[in-house]
């Protein structure tokens, strides 16, 4: 494999944590789903003969008649609530990890129906006879008879993975008339659920030229760049985003260069094979060279990316950015990639991308534009 470069740099990986968003109210983990298909979420604090105490979100208490609840999701089981005439029965069956109760479709007494990424379903079902219920206020669902018990049940599937990520490295190595040893390292991690996005990617660059004069090595390339991105989905194609961009570079006496951006994006394409989206927000950007002169400047940001799966087992994106200072609209760069990634096997793939950096206003002695080719192996997880 290979990288070429023209006055760049790279040296080790930038770490860099992506932003927990909306974990309010994870310690509120019960769930109870009303006869009028209602989801309710909470904390069932007490069960008073036919009355469910729950303690909302915003620190109410609501009331709920037992005869209006069909299921129940509290810690590691599911009570699903049945009746018949008069009286109330339950059935417990265990609580896969990922359950959500808006995934349930259909009910019944001895089967709970669950939607599978919208196109498949998964029942679980008890071989069990309808146990009378019992009123136990220190349990938020009824209690069964032991000699009624579930005698056979089946564990939800867990619905399929939302993420996937890879590891590529490449290598190079000359010797003759010249010597040199080219190395590069880039990893990248998606999480696409149904309300939000995470995004992760990273990128070492270094390349290292022996003078056969002198026998001494100059270091001509040492960069790390990585960005972390958040999407919230307020529909399906409309969103707002947070997005974190760092880098290095060593050759362009660079300790570090920070871009950070809200701002909302929408998905003009969103089918599995093609996908293209467009985003806009402020910018902040904060950079420290050597010597420790410091910048900093507010403006705007401008992105879009396409992804086309062509074919089956290959893949092509595009992307860019422009960001621009609002202080001094001669100092803007634009950050634009083209790469193609064909999966060898399911865990092997071979991928090859062009990078390019334009930087208007950049350090004296440097030049404006940095061009990247890289070719690299990887493995897929």
């Known amino acids: 494999m290979f990288v070429r470069k023209r006055n760049i740099c790279l040296l080790p990986v930038v770490a860099f944590s992506v932003m927990w968003v909306r974990l309010v109210g994870m310690a509120y983990s019960d769930e109870i789903k009303m006869v ?16 469910i105490s729950l303690r909302r979100r ?93 005698a056979e049940t089946k564990t939800v599937t867990a619905p399929p993975k939302t993420w996937k990520g890879h590891i590529d490295a490449g290598l190079t190595a000359k010797d003759g008339n010249t010597e040199s040893t080219t190395a590069n390292l880039k990893g990248g991690y998606a999480n696409e659920r149904e309300c939000d996005n995470i ?12 003078n056969r004069d002198t026998n001494v090595d100059e270091v001509t390339v040492n960069e790390q760049r990585a960005t972390g991105k958040y999407e919230y989905k307020h529909t ?70 396409l992804d086309w799966q062509f074919w089956r087992d290959t893949k092509f994106y595009a992307k860019s950015e422009f960001v621009e200072s609002a202080e001094d ?30 930087n208007n206003m950049p350090a004296e002695g440097k030049m404006k534009e940095d061009r990247t080719f890289i070719g690299s192996v990887g493995y897929n997880f």
Do not use: C
Request: no cysteine.
């Open 236 to 305: 399906p194609r409309f969103y707002s985003f947070f997005n974190q961009y760092l880098e290095h570079d060593e050759i362009e006496s660079l300790n570090y260069r920070s871009i950070s951006s809200p701002g909302v994006g929408y998905r003009f394409l969103d089918s599995e094979r093609l996908k293209y989206k467009a985003e806009a927000g402020p910018a902040y950007t904060l950079e420290r060279f050597h010597g420790g002169i410091t910048e900093d400047s507010l403006g705007v940001r401008v992105g879009q990316r």
């Open 58 to 150: 915003d620190g109410s208490v609501s009331g709920l008649q037992m005869k209006d609840v069909t299921l129940i999701s509290r810690g590691n089981e599911i009570s699903i609530i049945s009746r018949q005439g008069e009286k109330l029965s339950v059935l417990r069956i265990p609580k896969s990890e990922n359950f959500s109760m808006n995934d349930v479709v259909w009910i019944k007494k001895d089967t709970l129906t669950l939607q599978d990424l919208g196109t498949e379903t998964t029942n679980v079902a008890a071989k069990v006879g309808t146990p009378e219920a019992k009123n136990d206020a220190a349990q938020p669902s009824v209690a069964i008879d032991e000699k009624n018990a579930p």
């Open 36 to 51: 009028d298909g209602t989801v309710l979420e909470g904390e069932i604090i007490k069960v008073d003969g036919e009355l």
């Open 199 to 210: 995004y992760f990617d990273a990128i070492a660059l270094y390349e290292i030229v022996t």
């Open 329 to 358: 609209t001669n100092d803007w760069r634009v950050y634009s990639g083209l790469g193609l990634r064909h999966n060898l096997t399911k865990s092997i793939a071979v991928s090859f991308e062009y990078l390019d950096q334009y």
